[in-house]
C-alpha cells in the first residue's frame, strides 16, 4: 500500500483493546484458574469444606462427650447396683442363719428379722424394706428410724391459670403411688422366684431410685425379700450433666472460634470486595485491586481475581472509548475546518474556474465526513451486535462465495476484479461464529484491496484448512505496505491513500473494525507482504485465522 498521505492519530500511550493475544491471555488464565479448581482434592467449594468442618468439629465434641458420659452414668449406676446387692446379700444371709425357725418347714421370725434388719441397714444412706414369703411388707427402714419427710410446697397458682403454661423442656408426670406399688410388688413377686432382681425405677416420691431386691432362702424354701434402694440416681445424674459442661464450654469455644475464623476468611475478605466496587462505582478508583485476596487459592481468591480482571477489562474499555472520542473529535474537525474555509472563501471568490475547485474541495469534504460519520456507527454498534448475536456454526467457503460473487455481479468495465480461489476441499470449512462481522471482514479486506489495487487487477480470496484453523487470505497487486508500517495499518484513523485515490474514501477504521471482530471470534488478522524474484514487492496480502470446528 503506497503511503502518500498517512493519518495516525490514535495515542500510543492508550491500552490496545485490538491485541491479538489478548484473548489467549485470557483463555491461559481461565485455564489456570479451572486447573487449581480441578487439583483441590475433594470435590466441591474449599470454603464450603472448611464451614462444614467447622460445624462437624462442634457437633462431634458434644457427640463424643455425650457417649463417654453415658459410659460414665452406666458405670456408676452399675457400680450402685452391686454395692447395693453386695449390701442385700449380706443382709438375707444373716436374717437365713439368725432369724429362721421351723422344722421341717422352716420360716421367718418377722420380729426378730426387723430387729436385725434394723441393725444392719442405714436408713440415712438407703431404704431397707423386708417382705416375708406371700409379698407382704414386715419392715421398712423408714418406720424404724422413725423421720418427718419434709418438702417444700410449690408457689400457689392463681385461680385463672389453668395450667403450667409453654415451657421449653416441659417436666415428666410423676407417676402415681398405685403405679409405684405396682412396680415394687413386680419386683418383689419375681424375687419370691429365687432370682435377684436389680434396676431402676420410680420411688414413692417420684424420684428415680436404684433397686436390688435379693431373696432370703433357706436350702430351696424362699422365706421372704429383702429390697435395698438407693435415692441417690439423680445425684449421680447431676455428676453426669456437671462432667458434660467442660464438653458444652469446648463445643462453644469452637464454634465461637470458628465464626470468628469465618468472619475473618469470608465476611471481611466480601466487605472489602463491596467497598472497593463501591469506590469504583464512586469513580475514586479505576479498578479493583486487592493483590493479599487475589493471592488467596479459594473461592475468595477466584472471585477477587475476576472482580480486578473485571474491572481492568472496563477500565481499559474506558480508556479506549475515550481515546475514540479524541480520535473521531480529531478527524471530524480536519473536514469541517476545510469546509468551513472554503465556504467563507467561495464569497469573495468570483473567478469561474477557482469557484469550481472550492466547490470539488467541498463535495470531497462531505463525502469524507459521509463516509467518517457512517464508519463510526459502524464501529460503535460492533460491540453490542457481538454481545448480542450467538456464535454457531458458519460455512466460511459458502459465506466467502457469496460475497465474492456479488462484486463480481455489480463490477464494471475497467474496475478491479475479486476472485475466490479456495484450497480444494475446504469450501465447505465450517467456522464458530457470527455470520454477520465475519461477512464485514471480509468485505473490509477486499474493499480495502481493491483501493489499493492498479486499474485492471486482481483481488485473490484464498481459504485454506490447516492444524484445525480456517485460513482466509486477501491479496491485491498494489504496492505493498511499508515495512514499518505492518501493524500501523490497523490503528484507528489511520489512512494511507494510494496517490490518485478519491480524497475521503477511507476513514482509517476498516482494519481496525476487522481486527477486532477477529479478536472476539479467537482469531487473528495480519498483515505482510507478498515478494516474488530478488525480494520485488509484488502487493500486500491479508491473513485471518480462525478456529475451524472438527
Excluded at 463424643?64 to 458405670?75: S, Y
Amino acid at each position: 500500500m503506497a503511503s502518500a498521505t498517512d493519518t495516525a492519530s490514535p495515542d500510543p500511550q492508550a491500552p490496545d483493546r485490538l491485541s491479538p493475544d489478548r484473548p489467549s491471555l485470557e483463555r491461559v488464565a481461565l485455564e489456570k484458574r479451572a486447573a487449581r479448581r480441578r487439583y483441590r482434592g475433594l470435590p466441591g467449594s474449599r470454603l464450603g469444606r472448611l464451614i462444614l468442618a467447622l460445624n462437624l468439629l462442634g457437633l462431634a465434641i458434644l457427640v463424643v462427650g455425650a457417649l463417654v458420659l453415658n459410659e460414665v452414668r452406666q458405670g456408676l449406676v452399675n457400680a450402685r447396683i452391686d454395692s447395693l446387692s453386695t449390701q442385700g446379700e449380706l443382709i438375707a444371709s444373716i436374717l437365713n442363719q439368725a432369724a429362721t425357725v421351723g422344722e421341717p418347714t422352716p420360716q421367718m421370725d418377722a420380729a426378730l428379722a426387723t430387729e436385725l434388719l434394723q441393725t444392719l441397714s442405714n436408713p440415712r444412706a438407703q431404704r431397707a424394706r423386708l417382705f416375708d414369703a406371700e409379698g407382704r411388707l414386715v419392715a421398712d427402714s423408714e418406720w424404724m428410724a422413725d423421720e418427718v419427710e419434709q418438702r417444700d410446697l410449690p408457689p400457689a397458682r392463681d385461680r385463672a391459670d389453668n395450667g403450667p403454661g409453654f415451657q421449653l423442656m416441659p417436666r415428666a408426670t410423676p407417676p402415681t403411688r398405685h403405679e409405684v406399688q405396682a412396680a415394687l410388688q413386680s419386683e418383689v413377686k419375681a424375687a419370691l422366684q429365687g432370682r435377684p432382681q436389680s434396676g431402676m425405677r420410680r420411688g414413692d416420691r417420684g424420684k428415680r431410685v436404684v433397686s436390688v431386691s435379693i431373696p432370703i432362702q433357706h436350702v430351696r424354701a424362699v422365706l421372704g425379700v429383702v429390697t435395698l434402694e438407693a435415692s441417690d440416681v439423680d445425684a449421680i445424674i447431676g455428676q453426669e450433666r456437671r462432667a458434660l459442661i467442660p464438653f458444652i464450654l469446648i463445643a462453644v469455644l469452637v464454634t465461637v472460634a470458628s465464626s470468628l475464623l469465618l468472619n475473618s476468611l469470608v465476611a471481611q475478605p466480601v466487605l472489602r470486595l463491596a467497598r472497593a466496587a463501591d469506590r469504583v462505582r464512586q469513580a475514586r478508583a479505576r479498578a479493583i485491586s486487592l493483590p493479599d485476596l487475589a493471592k488467596r487459592d479459594d473461592e475468595v481468591g477466584d472471585l477477587t481475581r475476576s472482580l480486578e480482571d473485571m474491572t481492568q477489562a472496563l477500565s481499559e474499555r474506558m480508556d479506549a472509548i475515550e481515546a475514540f472520542a479524541a480520535d473521531v473529535a480529531h478527524e471530524i474537525r480536519n473536514p469541517l475546518t476545510s469546509l468551513r474555509s472554503a465556504v467563507e472563501t467561495l464569497d469573495i471568490v468570483s473567478d469561474p474556474t477557482a469557484r469550481e475547485r472550492l466547490m470539488n474541495v467541498l463535495k470531497n469534504d462531505v463525502q469524507r465526513l459521509d463516509r467518517l460519520v457512517t464508519d463510526i456507527s459502524n464501529a460503535s454498534r460492533l460491540d453490542a451486535e457481538l454481545s448480542r448475536d450467538q456464535p454457531k456454526p458458519i460455512d466460511l467457503g459458502r459465506l466467502i462465495s457469496d460475497i465474492v460473487s456479488l462484486y463480481q455481479a455489480t463490477a464494471r468495465d475497467g474496475e478491479v476484479q475479486v476472485a475466490f480461489v479456495p484450497h480444494q476441499g475446504v469450501e465447505a470449512s465450517r467456522v464458530l461464529g457470527r455470520e454477520g462481522p465475519l461477512s464485514q471482514i471480509v468485505r473490509n479486506l477486499i474493499d480495502n484491496a481493491r483501493s489499493f489495487s492498479p486499474p485492471g487487477g486482481v483481488v485473490t480470496v484464498g481459504l485454506v484448512r490447516m492444524k484445525g484453523e480456517a485460513i482466509v487470505t486477501v491479496s491485491d497487486d498494489g504496492p505493498g505496505i511499508p515495512p514499518e508500517n505492518l501493524e500501523t495499518v490497523f490503528e484507528r484513523f489511520y489512512t494511507s491513500r494510494p496517490k490518485g485515490a478519491a480524497f475521503g474514501g477511507n476513514s482509517g477504521l476498516g482494519l481496525s473494525i476487522a481486527r477486532q471482530i477477529a479478536a472476539a471470534h479467537d482469531g487473528t488478522l495480519r498483515a505482510e507482504n507478498r515478494t516474488g524474484a530478488e525480494g520485488k514487492v509484488l502487493g500486500a496480502m491479508f491473513t485471518l485465522t480462525l478456529p475451524a470446528l472438527p
